[in-house]
Nanobody, 123 residues
Framework: QVRLVESGGGSVQVGGSLRLSCVASGSTEMPHCMGWFRQVGGGQREWVGRIYTRRLEAKVADSVQGRFTISQDDDKNTIYLQMEDLKPEDTATYYC????????????????WGQGTQVTVST
C-alpha cells in the first residue's frame, strides 16, 4: 500500500508562486506514474499533470502549460509541482495521485491519493 503525503499549499497573490511536494512511502520504489489533480469544492477532480518516474517524462495539462512544471527527487521519493504566475482560477485543493499500472491521468483509474493541500490565489 502506497501512502502519499502532500505539502506546500497556502495562500498567494495573483502572479505569485508555490511549490507543492508529494512524498510517497510504503513501497521499495516510487510508483510508475505520479501526478497531480485539483478540485474546486465538490466539483470534478481535474487532471493537472503527471510524471513517469522511471523515465523522467513529465506532462502537464494545457490549462497550466508554461506555468506549472513537475519534477521528482528519487532520493526523497518525492515529486514536486512548481506553480508560477498563479491565477485566481488555480485556486483549488490539489491532490497527489499515483498508479503502478496506468498513466494516472484518469481519475477513476488512480490507485492511490494523498489527502490534498489547499491553494488559494487572491487578487
Amino acid at each position: 500500500q502506497v501512502r502519499l503525503v502532500e505539502s506546500g499549499g497556502g495562500s498567494v497573490q495573483v502572479g505569485g508562486s508555490l511549490r507543492l511536494s508529494c512524498v510517497a512511502s510504503g513501497s521499495t520504489e516510487m510508483p510508475h506514474c505520479m501526478g497531480w489533480f485539483r478540485q474546486v469544492g465538490g466539483g470534478q477532480r481535474e487532471w493537472v499533470g503527471r510524471i513517469y518516474t522511471r523515465r523522467l517524462e513529465a506532462k502537464v495539462a494545457d490549462s497550466v502549460q508554461g506555468r506549472f512544471t513537475i519534477s521528482q527527487d528519487d532520493d526523497k521519493n518525492t515529486i514536486y509541482l512548481q506553480m508560477e504566475d498563479l491565477k485566481p482560477e488555480d485556486t483549488a485543493t490539489y491532490y497527489c495521485a499515483a498508479d503502478d499500472v496506468t498513466a494516472c491521468t484518469v481519475y477513476s483509474l488512480v490507485d492511490w491519493w494523498g489527502q490534498g493541500t489547499q491553494v488559494t490565489v487572491s487578487t
